[in-house]
């Protein structure tokens, strides 16, 4: 009878927070590990308005996947796009035709904008959750100033300058503020015929308050932070219509120069292939993190932002947090089955939550090490803390860290590069 030790195949769709911690936590593991995604980077999402605001690069943020788990013997990744699951025959397909079997599928495919119901919207309000994303608002914002310029030159006069950001949630808010501090700030002696600092920046949002789930006094302080920056805030306004530089509202009619979309986010559409799903197509999970139906499967986890997971009665965050936590929880679990243990349940521990608003602005309720609630600049520095330290790779923390500083002490943008596809004619360029 052969004695030797079985090795189990484990197939994580995604890279994000929640596969690239599952998957380094199963380093040891008597496990052949496959991480495929359709980018061949994992992305540090909660700076990615720094990238669409000029004061971080792309490559700060991001690193190659196959770089971060390079010495991780038992990890290989693939570039391809999941297109389907045979569950029955432990199966996942690929756009490219090719399928991998799994002893453990371990889905964490994330999330994308939701319009909720109006996608036509997406063409004039790009919204922010990939590279491409923040790369392409950064050119719009730029160009929003460089067409003020131009017109100054030409006519003596410029359309307005009105910067748009629909949804006052963190990203939204994190969003106003910064362009708020690039228009005001760090623009402000890079122009000579227009003047960046009179743009307005305005943040429409539906609730009578930002940042939702955030307790009411730091709701409230981020409200007059951001008033402090000059940001007009547009509590309990529903967005009806958005058009090409133009925003409709229940309470008005706004012209833009940039639209920004930070109203909502809808599950991948993987999770509809893997079971119950809630209205934003988040997979219903259990105490182990498995699908509930129509069949729960203990060999099957889902994770991150395509995982509904309630504890205590109410639906945990899809924050960069939770995906840390539920990929650590989810080698454990193989672990244990490996070993032939009972595995535990999963249980979210809440260190809580922060916003950054602006320069030496931000609010921050914290649950560890400590319980506190911050704002302004000691909320500001903690938020500089923690995302330094959560920040892949140690060259990347350092070189944010040195960009920080320069950007606060300088009071000068980062990388404010407008980059076009092909042969753009001037001309052209404000289309």
């Given at each position: 009878m052969s004695t030797e030790k079985k090795i189990a195949r484990v197939v994580i769709i995604g890279g994000g927070f929640a596969g690239l911690n599952c998957a380094k936590a199963l380093q040891k593991a008597a496990v052949e590990i496959t991480i495929v995604d359709r980018k061949n980077h994992h992305l540090f999402q909660p700076l990615l308005y720094q990238v669409a605001t000029a004061t971080l690069a792309p490559s700060n943020i991001?690193?190659?996947i196959r770089s971060i788990l390079r010495d991780y013997e038992n990890v290989r990744v693939i570039l391809d796009e999941v297109t389907g699951f045979d569950l029955q025959a432990s199966r996942v397909?690929?756009?490219s035709g090719t399928t991998i079997e799994y002893d453990y599928l371990v889905v964490a495919s994330g999330s994308t904008h939701s319009y909720f119901g109006h996608n036509e919207w997406e063409r004039f309000a790009p919204g922010l959750k990939t590279v491409e994303d923040a790369i392409e608002i950064r050119k719009q914002i730029f160009l929003a100033f460089e067409r003020a310029e131009r017109q100054m030159l030409d006519h003596g006069s410029h359309d307005p300058l009105v910067f748009v950001v629909i949804g006052g949630g963190p990203t939204g808010v994190e969003l106003a503020g910064a362009i708020a501090d690039t228009a005001k700030i760090f623009l402000r002696k890079d122009y000579r015929l227009c003047k960046p600092c009179d743009a307005r920046i305005l943040l429409i949002e539906s609730l009578d308050k930002i940042l939702g789930p955030y307790p009411q006094k730091l709701s409230e302080s981020a409200l007059e932070q951001l008033q402090e920056l000059g940001v007009e805030v547009l509590l309990g306004t529903?967005?009806?219509?958005?058009q090409d530089h133009c925003v409709i509202t229940d309470k008005g009619r706004y012209d833009a120069s940039v639209i920004i979309w930070a109203a909502g986010v809808a599950a991948s559409p993987l999770g509809k292939m893997l079971g119950e799903v809630d209205r934003r197509g988040c997979v219903m999970v259990d105490q182990y993190l498995n699908p509930r139906s129509p069949h729960p499967t203990k060999n099957?986890?889902?994770?991150?932002d395509l995982a509904h997971f309630e504890q205590d009665g109410k639906q945990v965050p899809g924050v960069a947090q939770t995906a840390i936590q539920m990929g650590n929880y989810t080698a454990r679990a193989i672990a244990c089955d490996l070993r032939g243990e009972q595995r535990p349940q999963f249980r979210y521990f809440d260190k809580g939550e922060m916003a950054?608003?602006?320069?030496?602005?931000?609010v921050a309720q914290l649950k560890w090490p400590f319980k506190a609630d911050l704002t302004g600049l000691p909320a500001w520095l903690s938020w500089l803390l923690i995302h330094i330290l959560f920040l892949v790779g140690l060259k990347n923390r350092l070189i944010v860290l040195l960009q920080w500083m320069w950007t606060f002490f300088s009071k000068r943008w980062g990388v404010g590069l407008i980059t076009f596809e092909g042969n753009v004619k001037p001309e052209d360029r404000d289309r």
């Open positions: 991001a690193q190659p397909q690929l756009g529903k967005v009806e219509d958005v099957i986890y889902v994770l991150g950054t608003i602006g320069r030496a602005k931000a």
